[in-house]
Protein backbone atom coordinates (compact mmCIF):
# COMPACT_ATOMS: atom_id res chain seq x y z
CA UNK A 1 0.00 0.00 0.00
CA UNK A 2 1.37 3.39 -0.99
CA UNK A 3 2.76 5.57 1.78
CA UNK A 4 0.78 8.80 2.28
CA UNK A 5 2.90 11.95 4.02
CA UNK A 6 1.70 15.52 4.95
CA UNK A 7 4.04 18.11 4.07
CA UNK A 8 3.15 21.37 6.02
CA UNK A 9 4.38 24.90 3.80
CA UNK A 10 4.54 22.67 0.97
CA UNK A 11 4.21 25.86 -0.93
CA UNK A 12 7.31 27.37 0.37
CA UNK A 13 10.50 26.91 -0.48
CA UNK A 14 12.15 23.79 0.82
CA UNK A 15 8.35 22.37 0.82
CA UNK A 16 7.56 23.07 -2.74
CA UNK A 17 10.91 21.43 -3.38
CA UNK A 18 10.25 18.04 -0.89
CA UNK A 19 7.02 17.89 -2.88
CA UNK A 20 8.76 17.80 -6.62
CA UNK A 21 11.29 15.49 -5.30
CA UNK A 22 9.12 13.13 -3.77
CA UNK A 23 6.18 12.82 -6.18
CA UNK A 24 9.87 12.07 -8.98
CA UNK A 25 11.33 9.20 -6.42
CA UNK A 26 8.64 7.58 -4.58
CA UNK A 27 5.38 6.56 -5.13
CA UNK A 28 3.83 8.41 -1.87
CA UNK A 29 0.85 10.69 -1.76
CA UNK A 30 1.48 13.83 -0.64
CA UNK A 31 -1.01 16.25 1.15
CA UNK A 32 -0.08 19.61 1.74
CA UNK A 33 -0.98 22.04 4.47
CA UNK A 34 -0.49 25.66 3.73
CA UNK A 35 -2.19 28.91 4.74
CA UNK A 36 -0.48 31.24 2.36
CA UNK A 37 0.06 33.86 4.83
CA UNK A 38 3.58 34.01 4.55
CA UNK A 39 5.96 32.90 2.09
CA UNK A 40 3.83 30.28 0.24
CA UNK A 41 3.44 30.56 -3.25
CA UNK A 42 1.25 29.54 -5.56
CA UNK A 43 3.64 29.27 -8.60
CA UNK A 44 6.06 27.19 -6.66
CA UNK A 45 3.73 23.69 -6.88
CA UNK A 46 2.12 24.99 -9.84
CA UNK A 47 3.17 21.77 -11.97
CA UNK A 48 2.90 19.63 -8.80
CA UNK A 49 -0.74 20.16 -8.65
CA UNK A 50 -1.55 18.45 -12.27
CA UNK A 51 -0.04 15.11 -10.38
CA UNK A 52 -3.12 12.92 -8.71
CA UNK A 53 -0.86 11.85 -5.87
CA UNK A 54 -0.61 15.38 -4.49
CA UNK A 55 -3.58 17.74 -3.11
CA UNK A 56 -3.34 20.77 -1.07
CA UNK A 57 -5.78 21.94 1.84
CA UNK A 58 -5.47 25.61 2.99
CA UNK A 59 -5.10 25.88 6.89
CA UNK A 60 -3.46 27.85 9.23
CA UNK A 61 -1.47 26.32 11.71
CA UNK A 62 -1.82 29.26 14.13
CA UNK A 63 -5.21 27.53 14.82
CA UNK A 64 -5.64 23.94 15.37
CA UNK A 65 -6.48 21.16 12.69
CA UNK A 66 -10.50 20.29 13.30
CA UNK A 67 -12.18 17.42 12.76
CA UNK A 68 -12.77 18.39 8.92
CA UNK A 69 -9.49 19.16 8.46
CA UNK A 70 -8.80 16.08 9.75
CA UNK A 71 -11.39 13.78 7.72
CA UNK A 72 -10.02 16.19 4.29
CA UNK A 73 -6.55 14.65 4.97
CA UNK A 74 -7.54 10.89 6.22
CA UNK A 75 -5.11 8.41 7.51
CA UNK A 76 -1.27 9.59 7.54
CA UNK A 77 2.22 7.55 7.63
CA UNK A 78 4.47 10.50 7.78
CA UNK A 79 4.50 13.97 8.34
CA UNK A 80 7.36 16.41 7.32
CA UNK A 81 7.21 19.87 9.01
CA UNK A 82 8.23 22.46 6.54
CA UNK A 83 6.23 25.42 7.74
CA UNK A 84 7.75 28.52 9.80
CA UNK A 85 8.39 31.87 9.34
CA UNK A 86 12.23 31.80 8.66
CA UNK A 87 13.50 35.26 7.54
CA UNK A 88 15.59 36.60 10.22
CA UNK A 89 15.11 40.07 9.56
CA UNK A 90 11.51 40.04 9.83
CA UNK A 91 11.82 38.35 13.03
CA UNK A 92 14.29 41.46 14.37
CA UNK A 93 11.27 43.51 12.89
CA UNK A 94 8.92 42.21 14.36
CA UNK A 95 10.13 39.32 16.70
CA UNK A 96 6.46 38.78 18.72
CA UNK A 97 4.93 37.79 15.19
CA UNK A 98 7.44 35.61 14.30
CA UNK A 99 7.72 33.89 17.74
CA UNK A 100 3.94 33.56 18.13
CA UNK A 101 3.32 32.20 14.78
CA UNK A 102 6.26 30.04 14.57
CA UNK A 103 5.31 28.22 18.69
CA UNK A 104 1.50 28.37 17.95
CA UNK A 105 2.12 26.42 14.60
CA UNK A 106 4.15 23.58 16.21
CA UNK A 107 1.83 22.85 18.69
CA UNK A 108 -0.96 22.88 16.78
CA UNK A 109 0.97 20.16 13.94
CA UNK A 110 2.37 18.04 17.49
CA UNK A 111 -1.02 17.71 18.57
CA UNK A 112 -2.35 16.27 15.47
CA UNK A 113 0.55 13.64 15.71
CA UNK A 114 -0.76 13.34 19.24
CA UNK A 115 -3.87 12.26 17.91
CA UNK A 116 -2.86 10.23 14.90
CA UNK A 117 -0.86 8.06 17.57
CA UNK A 118 -3.38 7.68 19.75
CA UNK A 119 -4.94 5.19 16.53
CA UNK A 120 -1.66 3.95 15.72
CA UNK A 121 -1.17 6.03 12.12
CA UNK A 122 2.01 7.81 12.46
CA UNK A 123 5.02 5.98 11.72
CA UNK A 124 7.59 9.16 11.81
CA UNK A 125 7.56 12.40 12.09
CA UNK A 126 10.60 14.75 10.63
CA UNK A 127 10.74 18.32 11.77
CA UNK A 128 12.91 20.66 9.93
CA UNK A 129 15.04 22.40 12.08
CA UNK A 130 17.95 25.22 11.73
CA UNK A 131 21.69 25.30 12.75
CA UNK A 132 20.86 28.78 14.12
CA UNK A 133 19.89 27.43 17.18
CA UNK A 134 23.07 26.76 18.72
CA UNK A 135 24.10 30.68 17.83
CA UNK A 136 28.02 31.46 16.49
CA UNK A 137 30.55 28.98 16.68
CA UNK A 138 34.01 29.10 17.63
CA UNK A 139 36.70 28.73 15.01
CA UNK A 140 37.88 25.78 14.30
CA UNK A 141 34.24 24.07 15.98
CA UNK A 142 31.12 22.37 14.22
CA UNK A 143 28.44 22.23 16.48
CA UNK A 144 26.87 19.11 16.95
CA UNK A 145 23.53 18.00 17.40
CA UNK A 146 22.86 17.93 20.83
CA UNK A 147 24.84 21.13 21.68
CA UNK A 148 23.90 23.59 23.88
CA UNK A 149 21.49 25.94 22.49
CA UNK A 150 22.06 29.71 22.33
CA UNK A 151 20.31 31.45 19.47
CA UNK A 152 21.33 34.77 18.64
CA UNK A 153 17.79 36.15 17.20
CA UNK A 154 13.95 36.09 17.25
CA UNK A 155 13.89 33.50 14.42
CA UNK A 156 16.36 31.12 15.86
CA UNK A 157 15.05 31.08 19.24
CA UNK A 158 11.49 30.23 17.91
CA UNK A 159 13.27 27.71 16.18
CA UNK A 160 14.91 26.51 19.71
CA UNK A 161 11.43 26.61 21.32
CA UNK A 162 10.28 24.54 18.05
CA UNK A 163 12.31 22.17 19.07
CA UNK A 164 11.81 21.63 22.77
CA UNK A 165 8.11 21.22 22.10
CA UNK A 166 9.38 17.96 19.57
CA UNK A 167 11.29 16.71 22.28
CA UNK A 168 8.23 17.41 24.78
CA UNK A 169 5.59 15.61 22.41
CA UNK A 170 8.73 12.48 21.45
CA UNK A 171 9.14 11.85 25.67
CA UNK A 172 5.74 12.70 26.83
CA UNK A 173 3.32 11.18 24.31
CA UNK A 174 5.82 9.13 21.93
CA UNK A 175 5.06 10.61 19.13
CA UNK A 176 8.10 9.29 16.72
CA UNK A 177 9.73 12.19 15.63
CA UNK A 178 13.19 13.40 14.74
CA UNK A 179 14.29 16.56 14.15
CA UNK A 180 17.06 18.09 11.51
CA UNK A 181 19.19 20.97 11.90
CA UNK A 182 19.25 22.19 8.66
CA UNK A 183 22.10 25.05 6.90
CA UNK A 184 22.14 27.52 4.17
CA UNK A 185 19.78 25.93 1.43
CA UNK A 186 19.99 26.68 -1.78
CA UNK A 187 17.86 25.64 -4.73
CA UNK A 188 15.42 27.22 -7.57
CA UNK A 189 12.30 29.34 -6.26
CA UNK A 190 13.65 30.65 -3.18
CA UNK A 191 12.99 34.51 -1.99
CA UNK A 192 14.26 37.38 -3.29
CA UNK A 193 15.70 38.11 0.28
CA UNK A 194 17.72 34.87 0.09
CA UNK A 195 21.81 34.88 -0.14
CA UNK A 196 21.94 33.31 -3.09
CA UNK A 197 19.24 35.03 -4.89
CA UNK A 198 20.53 38.45 -3.61
CA UNK A 199 24.18 37.97 -5.15
CA UNK A 200 22.52 37.41 -8.56
CA UNK A 201 19.95 39.88 -8.41
CA UNK A 202 23.32 42.89 -7.45
CA UNK A 203 25.66 40.97 -9.97
CA UNK A 204 22.40 41.78 -13.03
CA UNK A 205 22.23 45.18 -11.65
CA UNK A 206 25.85 45.82 -11.03
CA UNK A 207 25.61 46.62 -8.00
CA UNK A 208 27.73 45.30 -4.80
CA UNK A 209 27.57 42.42 -2.98
CA UNK A 210 27.62 42.93 0.85
CA UNK A 211 29.59 40.03 2.08
CA UNK A 212 29.46 38.45 5.69
CA UNK A 213 32.65 38.93 7.31
CA UNK A 214 36.05 41.24 7.07
CA UNK A 215 38.63 40.53 4.36
CA UNK A 216 40.66 38.72 7.40
CA UNK A 217 38.21 36.49 8.41
CA UNK A 218 34.64 35.85 5.78
CA UNK A 219 32.08 33.81 7.22
CA UNK A 220 31.68 30.37 5.28
CA UNK A 221 28.90 28.00 5.53
CA UNK A 222 28.46 24.42 4.77
CA UNK A 223 25.62 24.90 1.55
CA UNK A 224 23.29 22.30 0.58
CA UNK A 225 20.55 21.97 -2.25
CA UNK A 226 17.61 21.44 -0.85
CA UNK A 227 17.01 18.48 -3.20
CA UNK A 228 19.82 16.53 -1.22
CA UNK A 229 17.92 18.14 1.90
CA UNK A 230 14.94 16.14 1.04
CA UNK A 231 17.03 13.37 -0.09
CA UNK A 232 18.33 13.00 3.34
CA UNK A 233 14.65 13.34 4.97
CA UNK A 234 14.03 10.50 2.42
CA UNK A 235 16.66 8.63 3.44
CA UNK A 236 15.00 8.61 6.88
CA UNK A 237 12.16 7.80 6.24
CA UNK A 238 13.18 4.72 4.31
CA UNK A 239 16.30 3.92 6.22
CA UNK A 240 16.49 5.26 9.90
CA UNK A 241 15.36 3.20 12.35
CA UNK A 242 14.95 6.62 15.25
CA UNK A 243 14.99 4.26 17.99
CA UNK A 244 18.73 3.46 17.30
CA UNK A 245 19.79 6.66 17.46
CA UNK A 246 17.56 8.31 20.55
CA UNK A 247 20.67 7.58 23.08
CA UNK A 248 18.71 4.42 25.05
CA UNK A 249 15.75 6.84 25.38
CA UNK A 250 16.57 9.84 26.80
CA UNK A 251 16.93 11.92 23.72
CA UNK A 252 15.12 11.74 20.92
CA UNK A 253 17.00 11.44 17.00
CA UNK A 254 18.50 14.24 15.84
CA UNK A 255 20.66 15.36 12.74
CA UNK A 256 22.24 17.50 11.53
CA UNK A 257 22.34 18.01 7.77
CA UNK A 258 24.79 20.56 5.74
CA UNK A 259 26.39 20.22 2.29
CA UNK A 260 30.09 18.43 2.28
CA UNK A 261 31.79 21.53 0.57
CA UNK A 262 32.56 24.36 2.99
CA UNK A 263 32.98 27.41 0.59
CA UNK A 264 33.30 31.02 2.40
CA UNK A 265 30.92 33.92 1.29
CA UNK A 266 33.40 35.62 -1.10
CA UNK A 267 34.18 32.49 -2.59
CA UNK A 268 30.58 31.94 -3.37
CA UNK A 269 29.78 35.31 -4.95
CA UNK A 270 33.09 35.20 -6.91
CA UNK A 271 32.04 31.51 -8.28
CA UNK A 272 28.63 32.81 -8.87
CA UNK A 273 30.01 35.63 -10.88
CA UNK A 274 32.23 33.64 -12.95
CA UNK A 275 29.49 30.79 -13.52
CA UNK A 276 27.55 34.55 -14.98
CA UNK A 277 30.65 35.93 -16.77
CA UNK A 278 30.08 39.04 -14.91
CA UNK A 279 32.67 41.30 -12.74
CA UNK A 280 31.98 40.90 -9.04
CA UNK A 281 31.74 44.01 -7.02
CA UNK A 282 31.40 43.66 -3.36
CA UNK A 283 32.12 45.08 0.44
CA UNK A 284 32.49 43.69 3.59
CA UNK A 285 29.60 43.65 6.55
CA UNK A 286 30.45 42.02 10.07
CA UNK A 287 28.49 38.40 10.73
CA UNK A 288 27.94 35.87 13.11
CA UNK A 289 29.24 32.13 11.88
CA UNK A 290 27.78 29.15 12.14
CA UNK A 291 28.37 25.63 11.34
CA UNK A 292 27.56 22.25 11.98
CA UNK A 293 28.87 18.62 12.29
CA UNK A 294 26.80 16.67 10.12
CA UNK A 295 28.97 13.65 9.86
CA UNK A 296 26.16 11.43 11.63
CA UNK A 297 23.96 11.69 9.02
CA UNK A 298 26.79 10.57 6.67
CA UNK A 299 28.33 8.23 8.36
CA UNK A 300 24.82 6.58 8.78
CA UNK A 301 25.12 5.59 5.19
CA UNK A 302 23.32 8.87 3.51
CA UNK A 303 25.16 10.61 -0.01
CA UNK A 304 24.48 13.68 -1.25
CA UNK A 305 23.64 13.01 -4.87
CA UNK A 306 23.69 16.74 -5.85
CA UNK A 307 26.73 18.86 -6.42
CA UNK A 308 26.89 22.52 -5.17
CA UNK A 309 27.75 23.91 -8.95
CA UNK A 310 25.11 22.35 -10.37
CA UNK A 311 22.88 23.91 -8.27
CA UNK A 312 24.12 27.12 -8.69
CA UNK A 313 24.35 27.21 -12.28
CA UNK A 314 20.11 26.40 -12.40
CA UNK A 315 19.39 29.05 -9.80
CA UNK A 316 21.09 31.63 -12.24
CA UNK A 317 19.04 30.13 -15.02
CA UNK A 318 16.44 29.89 -12.53
CA UNK A 319 16.38 33.55 -11.53
CA UNK A 320 17.66 35.31 -14.89
CA UNK A 321 14.80 33.60 -16.95
CA UNK A 322 12.04 34.81 -14.02
CA UNK A 323 13.02 38.29 -13.46
CA UNK A 324 13.50 37.22 -9.82
CA UNK A 325 16.07 39.63 -9.42
CA UNK A 326 13.69 43.00 -10.81
CA UNK A 327 11.69 42.54 -7.17
Known sequence: MKKHILITGSAGFVGSHAVEYILANTDWN??????????????RISKSLDS??????????????SLRTRMAIGEVNYILNCASISHVDTSIADPLYVWE???????????YARHLCRFNQLEKFIHCSTDE????????????????????????????????????????YAVPIAVTHCMNMLGTKQDPEKFLPKIISRILKNQEVTIHGSPDSIGS?????????????????????????????????????AGLEEINNLELAQRIAKLMDSELK????????????????YEAGWKAPIPLDHTLKEVIKHVTENHCWQE
Open 52 to 65: TRYKIICHDLNAPI
Open 221 to 257: RMYIDCRNLVDAWLFMFNKIDFNKYSHDCNRLTKFNI
Open 133 to 172: VFGAAQDGYSHIEWDITCPSNPYAASKAAQDALCFTYWRT
Open 101 to 111: SNTRLIGNILE
Open 30 to 43: ITGLDSFRHMGDAE
Open 282 to 297: YKFEDFHKTRPDSSKI
